[in-house]
């Protein structure tokens, strides 16, 4: 297993961020538009062992994968997931909320996949994907602030 981290501080409080991490709609706006979510199927309200998919779609127009992840760990500034789905055979997802003060912290993303000439392609798309991810998690941050 190869492990990716990135992180970011965010302008909002940790219960707040980690609130939105939990909102199923909040996967469409980070992931978009490289990543479009068609037929979301993940409860409103998630706790440990919920299971949900999505397909994908790059950009809305070319058909990728259906994703698929069960919720393992649910803290209160923690969340943890088992992931997989097309090319990703194995996808632990971490996302963790560190306050920094009342109005701030810092979160993390922590991504293990598999080894392998595959595992090198997908580790490459994580840390691309994932930077964009973060940026549109400091836009949200920034209009909630």
């Known amino acids: 297993m190869s492990k990716v981290t990135l992180t970011t501080e965010l302008p909002i409080?940790?219960?707040?961020?980690?609130?939105?991490?939990?909102?199923?709609?909040?996967?469409r706006y980070v992931l978009s538009?490289?990543?479009?979510v068609y037929r979301l199927d993940v409860p409103q309200r998630i706790e440990v062992g919920t299971q949900g998919q999505a397909r994908f779609w790059w950009f809305g127009?070319?058909?990728a994968w259906t994703h698929h992840l069960t919720i393992k760990k649910l803290e209160p500034n923690e969340i943890?997931?088992?992931?997989h789905g097309?090319?990703?055979?194995?996808?632990?997802?971490?996302?963790?909320?560190?306050?920094?003060?009342e109005h701030s912290c810092r979160y993390t993303d922590e991504i293990e996949t598999d080894e392998g000439v595959s595992g090198l392609m997908t580790r490459v798309f994580?840390?691309?994907?994932?930077?964009h991810r973060h940026r549109r998690w400091r836009t949200i941050?920034?209009?909630l602030q």
């Open 126 to 131: 994580v840390r691309l994907m994932f930077r």
């Open 86 to 101: 097309g090319p990703v055979h194995t996808w632990n997802h971490r996302l963790t909320f560190e306050p920094i003060d």
């Open 141 to 143: 941050a920034a209009i």
């Open 61 to 63: 127009v070319v058909p």
């Open 13 to 27: 409080p940790a219960e707040t961020a980690s609130a939105l991490a939990r909102k199923p709609e909040l996967m």
């Open 80 to 83: 943890y997931t088992n992931e």
């Open 33 to 36: 538009p490289v990543l479009k």
